[in-house]
């Protein structure tokens, strides 16, 4: 079968899949960062995403050690269509007293990790 063909055949399923709102709302992003740590630290990071709903949107952050290890992570369990940008806390990170600066990554449901990272000094 010729690919003009193919293309006549599927021309729908091709235009579906490739404007699907879930494929089109990218990575998330981390917006900003205020943290606070007398002990263990809080973070309260906020998050942007075009999030489309229960097929794509933005599920996790994380902050990661310099070396490249977690030391904590928010779990989001729903989306946040109508609320963008917006924020969550994290609070009673541990974080080693030699490590002067984390970064904060986020996730989402389709890409998984690879938007817009900060890296923070952490106040001691």
Excluded at 83 to 105: H, M, N, Y
Aim: net charge positive; with cysteine; aromatic share 10%.
């Amino acid at each position: 079968m010729k690919v003009s063909n193919l293309f006549r055949k599927y021309r729908l399923l091709i235009f579906i899949l490739f404007f699907s709102p879930a494929l089109m709302a990218g990575k998330a992003g981390v917006v900003d960062v205020k943290v606070n740590c007398s002990g263990s630290c809080t973070f309260n990071v906020t998050l942007k995403h075009a999030d489309a709903g229960w097929d794509h949107y933005a599920n996790e952050w994380i902050v990661v050690a310099p070396d490249g290890t977690i030391l904590g992570s928010r779990v989001l369990y729903h989306p946040h269509v109508h609320e963008q940008p917006f924020t969550r806390s994290l609070s009673g990170v541990s974080i080693p007293a030699d490590i002067k600066q984390v970064t904060i990554r986020a996730k989402d449901s389709v890409h998984g990790y690879g938007g817009i990272e900060k890296l923070v000094d952490l106040p001691r």
